[in-house]
């Protein structure tokens, strides 16, 4: 068969197939067909949100050793943890968004979190130490970009009482908005450990930008 014949029946199946989707079934009305769909949407959609939340909670996080027996250690001896008033803030509160389509980018994001898991790249304490101030930096870059999205959602600068903080805490905050600043500029060690890198020259924070 010749490139030409090939290419009309081609254009033909096409056709023919396009004919197919413009008419309703012959043996089901248009409304059963409609009904199904929107069954299977709801099904689907259903499905996805339900996937999305079963990868969205602090046990899933910490299924994984990597977490379980470096950061989640660190973060149980914080405020964040355990405090006077009984609220606690779990993993995904601080680093998945709540907007449904920056929490799908970020879930797309963790895909690479996948390969590393499968790769063991911190597998071992020491390996983790050894990535420590790499990963920290990836975290706070990506809070810095979206001016602390998450702490915000708990920690609103318009909700503050000034009244009831103490002075140095109001002395701190005044200065970092007017400079404005973001929470994570200030608070970087406040639910993790600190790498002692950064801890040698704070000037670490931040990698350096690519020209």
């Not at 339900?50 to 969205?56: G, I, K, L, P, V």
């Not at 001016?147 to 909700?159: A, F, G, L």
Request: charged share 25%; net charge positive; hydrophobic share 35%.
């Amino acid at each position: 068969m010749s490139d030409k014949n090939k290419l009309e029946t081609v254009k033909r199946m096409l056709a023919e197939l396009w004919q197919i989707l413009k008419k309703p079934s012959a043996k089901y009305s248009l409304g059963t067909l409609l009904s199904v769909g929107i069954i299977a949407g709801i099904i689907f959609w259903g499905g996805f949100n339900t996937a999305m939340e079963m990868t969205n909670n602090e046990t899933f996080c910490i299924s994984c050793h990597e977490m379980r027996e470096n950061v989640y250690v660190e973060y149980k001896n914080t405020i964040h943890y355990n405090n006077r008033s009984g609220v606690r803030a779990t993993c995904p509160d601080c680093h998945v968004p709540k907007e449904w389509h920056w929490k799908v980018l970020r879930k797309i994001k963790a895909t690479n979190e996948l390969f590393h898991k499968a790769m063991g790249t911190i597998d071992t304490p020491a390996k983790f130490e050894t990535k420590r101030l790499e990963l920290a930096q990836h975290v706070w870059q990506a809070m810095k970009d979206t001016d602390s999205r998450e702490c915000r959602n708990c920690h609103d600068y318009e909700s503050m009482d000034y009244a009831r903080q103490g002075r140095r805490a109001v002395h701190n905050h005044t200065k970092g908005f007017d400079a404005k600043k973001t929470c994570i500029d200030c608070h970087k060690g406040i639910a993790h450990r600190l790498p002692e890198m950064y801890k040698e020259d704070p000037s670490a924070a931040f990698p350096p930008v690519s020209e």
